[in-house]
Structure formats: C-alpha cells, structure tokens
C-alpha cells in the first residue's frame, strides 16, 4: 500500500509486473504516482525507479528518479530525484525506509 505520494491524497496502487529475461518489470499507470516504471534484477535488487508525470506535478514532463539504492537488513534507503517540469526546478532529498 502506498499513501500520500508528491503531496496527493494517495491510496493503493496496484502495479502488474511482466518478466523480460532475468528482470522483473512494472511498466504501468501508477494513477496518483503517474507512469511508474520499475525494473528489478535477478537478486532481487532495485535497478531502476521512474514516476513520470505524477499528478500532483500538474506537469506532463514531471519526473522522480530513484537511485543509488541501498539495504541494510532493516533499513532502504535510495537518493531521489525531482524534476518539477514545465521550468520550474527540480529538488533532491533521500528516501529512507524502515521495515518493522
């Protein structure tokens, strides 16, 4: 479940994967998080985190990147990327998870 994101008012997001040889692929509408596109690799590890155009943006070339991603037994955490589109700057900050 997925609550809150880019400032809209969130709700669950179901995302169907397909796999393309040894990477498992989300390459769908993500509604208030935009296009999501994912890829992950055979172990399991993040290789790519795209939402374009999310919603709350209000921007068709609006863009988050999640990069750089890293896992400790208990904590994920991965750089994040903004661009605001339409000229209006872009931000980067740290997304941190933890699981419980």
């Given at each position: 479940m997925v609550r809150g994101?880019?400032?809209s008012a969130g709700g669950t997001v179901?995302?169907?994967f397909t796999l393309q040889g040894e990477n498992t692929v989300i390459d769908r509408d993500?509604?208030?998080l935009g296009?999501?596109?994912m890829t992950f690799s055979a172990d399991g590890s993040l290789v790519e985190a795209v939402f374009e155009a999310p919603p709350a943006?209000?921007?068709?070339?609006s863009k988050v990147t999640l990069e750089d991603f890293a896992f400790d037994g208990t904590t994920l955490t991965s750089a994040v990327k903004i661009d605001f589109?339409?000229?209006a700057g872009t931000a980067e900050s740290v997304l941190e998870s933890t699981c419980s």
């Open positions: 994101g880019f400032g179901e995302l169907p993500g509604d208030f296009a999501t596109k943006f209000g921007t068709p070339d589109g339409g000229g």
